[in-house]
Every structure is written in C-alpha cells, then in structure tokens.
C-alpha cells in the first residue's frame, strides 16, 4: 500500500497486559512520529525516529512505553503492564525528510487501544 | 513551538464557504502554519501549510495576516465530507512532528 499501515486497529488488554503496536511507514521516508489521542482530544508527541536512531522521546508518559525502529523501516510501539490511562488511540506518521529538512506528515489510521 | 487558539466548534451550509479561524500570537518568524484535519475514527490528513503568504491548493486556501499573529483556513465550496476536527499548528520546522496539535476545530457541514 502507498500509506501508513498500522496494526492491529484495535486491540483490547486487559490491565497488566503487556501490548506491542506495529508501523509500516511510507517506503523511504526518512522520520517517523509517535502519537497518543485520547477521546475528544488532538494528537499528542511522543516520540521521533530518523531512520533507527530514536531522536526525541521526550513525549513518553512513563518508563512504561518504549519504542523501537530497528533497521530504519517498520517501528514498534510496547506498552508494559498497561493500565486504564493508557486506552487511547496511537497514530503513527512519517515523512520523507528529516525533523529539520521538513516535509509533510502522513498518518496511518491508528491502533485503537482500550484497556479493561 | 508556538500554541494556537481555535473555536472549538462551526457550522457550515453545503456548498457554501467555510472559514476557520486560528489564533498564533506568539507565533516566531521562522514558524510556519499548517493546517491538518481529522474525519471520524481516521488518521489526520495534511491540508496546507504557509509561512507568510497566502497559499492555495487543490482542497483550501490559507490566508496569513500581515503580523502573522492570525490565519483562516478557507474551504470554497464545503460538502458533507469535509465534517472534521481541523487543527491549526504552528512548527519552528517545515513539518509538524513535534508541534501541539490542540483540540481543533469541529467543522459540521449541514445540507
């Protein structure tokens, strides 16, 4: 596909559950973006990869979340021993420009995370 | 990054125009605007985005006051897909990774 791909689309855990959310970025871009939504409220940062090197994880709410992006390409998102703050949706972008050399962001659809 | 002030609702008629305000006071000069919106239960969607002059696409056109200090995004001609959250960003680099999205704007086109 020509977009942002994410998986699952919606996932429910229950509290304590560790949760892995995976994002297939546009093919060659070079940054790749982070995102916590909650219901009723705009995006927000959490982290920032240019190709495999983490860049800015100043937006993670807790040493619970992680992320990684290992060969530049496809990124994981893990949440451990998730709790009921964390239901939310998680938006994954890219772009094909570095932070600074800018370029328009494209995002996927999102994983629906709801944790019980 | 400087934060933006929105109305946190409009409504519009089909077919008519809809302008959408935001607020950037503390914008700096080597800030842009860009402006994305959100359809229900999608990812945001890029619309446009200008630094100082007004600009145009094939979905809006965005008009940037003098002092920067203020922008409108102009639909020409809204139809009942365009029923979105748009949000007004402003970033100190040509893309909005890092900026503060905000609540947006709940745009409801009515037929």
Redesign the interface.
Known sequence: GAGVSQSPRYKVAKRGQDVALRCDPISGHVSLFWYQQALGQGPEFLTYFQNEAQLDKSGLPSDRFFAERPEGSVSTLKIQRTQQEDSAVYLCASSLGTYRSGNTIYFGEGSWLTVV | DAKTTQPPSMDCAEGRAANLPCNHSTISGNEYVYWYRQIH??????II?GLKNNETNEMASLIITEDRKSSTLILPHATLRDTA?Y?CIVSN????????????TTLTVKP
């Not at chain 2, 239960?41 to 890029?46: A, F, L, V």
């Not at chain 2, 680099?93 to 947006?104: E, I, L, R, W, Y």
């Open positions: 239960s999608q990812g945001p969607q890029y985005h959250v949000y680099n040509t893309n909005a990774g890092k900026s503060t999205f905000g609540d947006g």
